[in-house]
């Protein structure tokens, strides 16, 4: 048992090695991806790509911060509970339930209007899509040339 520990230890350094190069080639097929898209300025692709890791990095800190907080997390649940249920209702009864309980599927209606609108608003402002706020801060803050 003692040796297979002090073996485990002896190997730490390889594993952080693997995966320190592991992330490097990652960033690197990031940057050539970012790179072909935008059309070939290999500086902004880095910098695109850091941006959105720094979003991310943001993203993370935020539910620290949510995840933390009673308060913040009933706030979370409160705005998505009701979405949380129709989704529920949508697929789940309607797809799986209905037809073993009634023969057939039932159909719940789509959700229109300023319902709509702000379950739009509401659910991208909690889980966002904080990769397009990235970019567009990063174009919006570039250098003129």
């Known amino acids: 048992m003692l040796t297979a520990i002090l073996a485990f230890f002896q190997a730490i ?3 952080t090695g693997g995966i320190n190069n592991f992330v490097s080639k ?3 097929a990031k ?3 970012t790179t072909a898209r935008i059309g070939g300025d290999v500086n902004v692709a880095k ?3 850091s941006g959105v890791v720094a979003e991310g990095q943001t993203r993370v800190e935020f539910l620290k911060v949510v995840s933390q907080s009673k308060f913040l ?3 979370v649940g409160g705005f998505a509970l009701p979405w949380i249920i129709y ?3 949508a697929v789940t009864f309607d797809n799986i339930f209905c037809p073993w309980w009634y023969g057939k599927a039932c159909f719940t ?3 229109t209007g300023l319902v709509a609108d702000w379950s739009g608003v509401i659910l991208g402002g909690v889980f966002g899509t904080g990769s397009v706020m990235a970019v567009g801060q990063m174009f919006f803050n570039r250098k003129q040339s």
């Open 109 to 111: 209606p789509t959700i």
């Open 47 to 49: 910098a695109l790509v």
């Open 13 to 15: 350094p390889a594993i």
């Open 31 to 33: 940057v050539q991806i």
């Open 26 to 28: 990652y960033y690197d």
């Open 73 to 75: 997390m009933f706030v």
């Open 87 to 89: 989704e529920w209702k």
